[in-house]
C-alpha cells in the first residue's frame, strides 16, 4: 500500500513481476537470464545458475564486462543468519606506484590501456563462489560460455556501436583487438554471430585442469590454472601500447602479482530502513554512500522521499551529492566506513540538506581524520550514464557493467555485478581472447586520498549490488552504472519501502541522478548542479528542478538505470522477479 501523499505506482508496467515457488533469476541480457534458468531447471542451486549465467555474460556483454575484469557480490544461503560480501575486486600490482605514474608524466591513472590493470579478480571470484556454495562440476557450468564463444552468439547492437566508437584506435594501435571484433577490417555487424574461439580455449583449460571425481578440488586446480594462464601472458602484457593519455605505455602486471587468488569473502556492512535491513560492501566499494543516504532519509516525512515530485527528487539529488562528496573524501580500501554511518554525522548530513541545488563539494568532517580534498575539475563534465558505456576514440570510457540476481527453491538468494575488461579497456591478448581491466583509474595519485594507488591495495570500486532483508522475506538487486549505480537503487528502494510499490513498479518508474560527484572514471570530471532525468518525472517536477537551481538534462523517457531483484519469502515459499525493459536486453524468467 502506498504512503498517504506519496506519488501512487503506475497502473500498467513494461512486463509482469514475476512470481513462483520453483526458481527466479533477472539480469541484464536475456541469454544469460535464460541460462540460470537452464541450470535451476536441471537441478542446480542458485550459485551454479549464477556463475553459469556470469560466464555467459563474458560472451554477451563484451562491452560491459569480462574475465579480466573484476566483481563485487552479495549473497545469503538458505541456512545463513546473515549475507557474506563475495569479494572479486584485484588489488594494484606491485609495480602500480605513485612514482612509477608521475615518473610516467601523468597525473591521474588512464582510463585505457594496461596501465590501468589491477589483478584480474572476477574469474577466481565466480569459482570460489561455485566451489563452496554451488553443487554442479565446473565443466557443466562452464559448457554454456564455452558453446557460446565457440558456436557464436548474436552480437548486441550497443556492442557493435561501442567497437565503431574505437574502430580507428584498434586498427591503428591495438591490431589484436582488431582482429577478435573488427573480422574484415570492418567491426562487427549487430546481429551477427560473434565467435571467440581463444576464450573458449581458455575455458576448456580450466576445465580439463579440474577433471576428476573431487569437484571442490577440480575447481581448486581450475584456480590454479587460471593464474597460470594469466602469468604466461603477461610477456604481451608488458609491451608498450597505446592508452587513453594519447602515449604509448607497458602495463605493470606480472607473473609474480599472480601467486596467490585474489578473491575472497567478507562481512558486509548494513543499517536498518524502515523495518528494513539493508546490506552492502565495505568501503573499497562505494555501497556504504548508500546505507548513509538511507540513514539520512529515513526520519523525513514521507513526501520528501518521493522522487515524482519536486520536493521528493531535489531531496534525494541533494542527499546523493552529500554521501558521494564523503564517498570521495573518506572511502577506500581499509578505511572506517562505519564512521560515516554514526549518528552524529548522519544528524549533521541531514542538517546540511538546503532548499535550493548546492554547487559546493561539501564532505562530512569526522573527528579521526580531516576529508581529503579531490582536484575539481570542471572541463569536459557531462550527464553521462545512460545505461551503456560512453566510449572515446582514445578508448577512454566513463564505465558500465552489468548485473545478475538469483534465487532458487531453497532460499539461497545472491546479487553479483560483474564488470571491467570491457572489449575497449586495452588490446586484446591474442592467445587468451580478452583485456584486462582499467580498475586502477579509480585510485588517485595523491598518497593523502583514501583511495590512493597503493601497491597491493584495492582501487574502490563503483560496484555495488544490494541485499535486503524484510522481514521473511531476502531481496537481491543492484544495476550497471558505474557512478549511478547507487543512485538509482536509492530511488527504487525509497519507493519499495516508503511509497509500497513493487519491484518491477519502482523499476519502471521514472528515475534520475546528480552528477554533482567526482567521476570514478578518467578523466575525473565534477558537474556540482547537474542533474540528469528522465522526461517522464514531467515539466512540472523538472521545471521546479530548474527552479530551486538545478541544471537538468532530460535524458529521454526510457534511458536512466538497468536495475534488476529477486526475492524469496521463506514464510511462504514464493520467488518473486523483476528486470528493467531499458535497452531492451534485460530479461526475468521463472516459475
Not at 108 to 118: I, S
Not at 396 to 416: E, K, P, Q, S
Request: charged letters at 20%.
Amino acid at each position: 500500500m502506498s504512503a498517504v501523499g506519496y506519488t501512487p505506482p503506475p497502473s500498467f508496467t513494461t512486463r509482469p513481476q514475476l512470481t513462483g515457488t520453483f526458481g527466479m533469476a533477472a539480469s541484464t541480457h536475456a541469454t544469460a537470464t535464460a541460462t540460470t534458468m537452464a541450470v535451476l531447471e536441471r537441478g542446480g542451486n542458485a550459485f551454479d545458475a549464477a556463475c553459469a549465467g556470469g560466464f555467459v555474460l563474458h560472451i554477451v556483454e563484451p562491452h560491459l564486462n569480462g574475465p579480466g575484469g573484476d566483481l563485487v557480490g552479495l549473497f545469503q544461503p538458505a541456512d545463513a543468519a546473515t549475507p557474506t560480501v563475495l569479494m572479486g575486486q584485484g588489488a594494484a600490482p606491485a609495480g602500480a606506484t605513485i612514482a612509477h605514474f608521475r615518473a610516467e608524466g601523468l597525473d591521474l591513472v588512464p582510463g585505457a590501456g594496461g596501465l590501468a590493470a589491477a589483478v584480474p579478480a572476477a574469474v577466481d571470484a565466480w569459482l570460489l563462489l561455485l566451489r563452496d556454495h554451488g553443487t554442479w562440476p565446473l565443466a557443466d557450468v562452464l559448457s554454456f560460455a564455452i558453446g557460446y564463444a565457440e558456436d557464436g552468439h548474436p552480437l548486441l547492437p550497443a556492442v557493435s556501436a561501442t567497437i565503431g566508437r574505437v574502430a580507428d584506435l584498434f586498427r591503428e594501435h591495438w591490431p589484436a583487438s582488431a582482429d577478435l571484433w573488427m573480422p574484415g577490417g570492418a567491426p562487427a555487424a549487430a546481429g551477427a554471430l560473434h565467435r571467440n574461439p581463444a576464450y573458449a580455449a581458455v575455458l576448456r583449460r580450466l576445465v580439463e585442469a579440474g577433471s576428476g571425481d573431487d569437484r571442490i578440488a577440480a575447481i581448486d586446480a581450475a584456480r590454479t590454472e587460471w593464474r597460470r594462464i594469466l602469468g604466461d601472458a603477461c610477456d604481451e602484457l608488458a609491451r608498450p601500447h597505446r592508452h587513453s593519455s594519447g602515449t604509448d605505455r607497458a602495463a605493470v602486471l606480472t607473473r609474480a602479482d599472480l601467486v596467490d587468488p585474489p578473491a575472497g569473502y567478507e562481512e558486509p556492512l548494513s543499517i536498518p530502513f524502515r523495518g528494513r535491513t539493508v546490506f552492502k560492501a565495505g568501503a573499497w566499494t562505494q555501497g556504504p554512500a548508500l546505507l548513509e543516504a538511507l540513514r539520512i532519509l529515513d526520519p523525513l516525512p514521507d513526501d520528501r522521499l518521493d522522487p515524482a515530485t519536486t520536493a521528493g527528487a531535489h531531496t534525494v539529488v541533494e542527499t546523493l551529492k552529500l554521501v558521494l562528496a564523503d564517498r570521495d573524501a573518506h572511502l577506500g580500501d581499509g578505511a572506517d566506513a562505519a564512521a560515516l554511518l554514526a549518528d552524529d554525522v548522519v544528524t549533521d548530513r541531514r542538517a546540511d540538506l538546503g532548499d535550493r541545488a548546492s554547487s559546493q563539494w561539501r564532505p562530512a568532517r569526522l573527528a579521526a581524520r580531516d576529508p581529503w580534498r579531490p582536484p575539481l575539475r570542471r572541463d569536459g563534465a557531462a550527464a553521462a550514464g545512460t545505461g551503456e558505456p560512453t566510449v572515446a576514440r582514445s578508448g577512454a570510457t566513463r564505465g558500465d557493467t552489468c548485473h545478475i540476481d538469483v534465487a532458487d527453491r531453497w532460499g539461497n538468494v545472491v546479487a553479483v555485478t560483474p564488470s571491467g575488461g570491457w572489449l575497449q579497456s586495452s588490446p586484446v591478448i591474442p592467445s587468451l581472447g580478452f583485456c584486462l581491466g582499467t580498475r586502477l583509474q579509480m585510485t588517485w595519485l595523491d598518497e593523502d586520498s583514501p583511495a590512493a594507488l597503493r601497491p597491493g591495495t584495492r582501487p574502490r570500486t563503483t560496484l555495488s549490488p544490494t541485499l535486503v532483508h524484510d522481514g521473511d522475506t531476502r531481496i537481491a538487486m543492484g544495476t550497471p552504472g558505474g557512478d549511478q549505480q547507487d543512485q538509482w537503487q536509492l530511488p527504487m528502494l525509497l519507493r519499495m519501502f516508503v511509497g509500497g510499490y513493487t519491484a518491477q513498479q519502482a523499476i519502471d518508474a521514472p528515475t534520475l541522478h546528480s552528477t554533482g560527484m567526482v567521476d570514478s572514471f578518467w578523466p575525473r570530471t565534477w558537474d556540482p548542479t547537474g542533474v540528469v532525468a528522465e522526461d517522464r518525472l514531467g515539466d512540472e517536477v523538472l521545471g521546479g528542478l530548474a527552479d530551486r537551481g538545478h541544471r537538468v538534462t532530460r535524458a529521454g523517457d526510457w534511458s536512466l538505470g538497468r536495475l534488476s531483484a529477486v526475492g524469496v519469502d521463506r514464510a511462504t515459499g514464493i520467488l518473486w522477479a523483476a528486470a528493467n525493459p531499458r535497452g531492451v536486453q534485460g530479461y526475468a524468467a521463472g516459475r
